[in-house]
């Protein structure tokens, strides 16, 4: 069965510290997504990025990074110089295709603070 | 664009009770998945429609269920409400066409079950 792990419960670092939020996924297929989310206290759950399995190239948002290494099954997500505003749970979510319907499975969040 | 809705925000139901959740997805999104997230279990599957068929359905007692209307709009019901159907749940859209795309997921309904 697929498996996404985020190891770390709670981080909470001081504003403008970089900070990595941890990933390991479990999954047996050679095609696959992986996704995280952000949840401000509001509740709805925000996209911020989708890798696909083939393409392990390194992403860059503005402060946000993600590393994708498919050789420790692990997609990890930095967030360089942090800010009060990036203060949220953030999800990591494999996808899992069946029958042609998407279900993420996800994993049980980081909450991040941010103080100032 | 507009985002996903969902309706209504806040619900308060005593046991025994059932409930019609709705959610509008994106416009020209047609498949609604449904999300139940509570502090024990974390983000779980409920299930998803694409083209008013249940393609996909998480492990859920017979008392959850939902269904899609023919402009992608999707509810979902639950049936005698138990104390551990408080949660807040999420109502996710996406073209997935062929279940690669990327789910937006709506503001939430938070249920409380007395």
Same mark, same amino acid.
């Given at each position: 069965?697929?498996?996404?792990?985020? #190891?770390?419960? $709670?981080?909470?670092?001081?504003?403008?510290?970089?900070? @990595?939020?941890?990933?390991?996924?479990?999954?047996?297929?050679? @095609?696959?997504?992986?996704?995280?989310?952000?949840?401000?206290?509001?509740?709805?759950?925000? &996209?911020?990025?989708?890798? +696909?399995?083939?393409?392990?190239? +390194?992403?860059?948002?503005?402060?946000?990074?993600? +590393? &994708?290494?498919?050789?420790?099954?692990?997609? +990890?997500? @930095?967030?360089? #110089?942090?800010?009060?505003?990036?203060?949220?749970?953030?999800?990591?979510?494999?996808? $899992?295709?069946?029958?042609?319907?998407?279900?993420?499975?996800?994993?049980?969040?980081?909450?991040?603070?941010?103080?100032? | 664009?507009?985002?996903?809705?969902?309706?209504?925000?806040?619900?308060?139901?005593?046991?025994?009770?059932?409930?019609? %959740?709705?959610?509008?997805?994106?416009?020209?999104?047609? *498949?609604?998945?449904?999300?139940?997230? !509570?502090?024990?279990?974390?983000?779980?599957?409920?299930?998803?429609?694409?083209?008013?068929?249940?393609?996909?359905?998480?492990?859920?007692?017979?008392?959850?269920?939902?269904?899609?209307?023919?402009?992608?709009?999707?509810?979902?019901?639950? *049936? !005698?409400?138990?104390?551990?159907? *408080?949660?807040?749940?999420?109502?996710?859209?996406?073209?997935?066409?062929?279940?690669?795309?990327?789910?937006?997921?709506?503001?939430?309904?938070?249920?409380?079950? %007395?």
């Amino acid at each position: 069965a697929q498996k996404v792990t985020q #190891a770390q419960t $709670e981080i909470s670092v001081v504003e403008k510290e970089d900070v @990595t939020l941890d990933c390991v996924y479990e999954t047996r297929d050679t @095609t696959y997504y992986l996704f995280w989310y952000k949840q401000p206290p509001s509740g709805e759950l925000v &996209f911020l990025i989708r890798r +696909n399995s083939f393409d392990e190239q +390194n992403e860059i948002s503005g402060r946000y990074s993600w +590393n &994708f290494q498919k050789s420790t099954s692990s997609f +990890n997500f @930095t967030i360089t #110089a942090s800010q009060v505003v990036d203060s949220a749970v953030y999800f990591c979510a494999l996808s $899992e295709t069946l029958q042609g319907a998407q279900k993420l499975v996800f994993g049980q969040g980081t909450r991040l603070t941010i103080n100032p | 664009k507009a985002g996903v809705t969902q309706t209504p925000r806040y619900l308060i139901k005593t046991r025994g009770q059932q409930v019609t %959740l709705s959610c509008s997805p994106i416009s020209g999104h047609r *498949s609604v998945s449904w999300y139940q997230q !509570t502090p024990g279990q974390g983000l779980q599957f409920l299930f998803e429609y694409f083209s008013e068929t249940q393609r996909n359905k998480g492990n859920f007692p017979g008392r959850f269920s939902g269904r899609q209307f023919s402009n992608s709009r999707s509810e979902m019901n639950v *049936s !005698t409400l138990e104390l551990g159907d *408080s949660a807040l749940y999420l109502c996710a859209s996406s073209l997935a066409a062929k279940g690669t795309d990327t789910q937006y997921f709506g503001p939430g309904t938070r249920l409380t079950v %007395l």
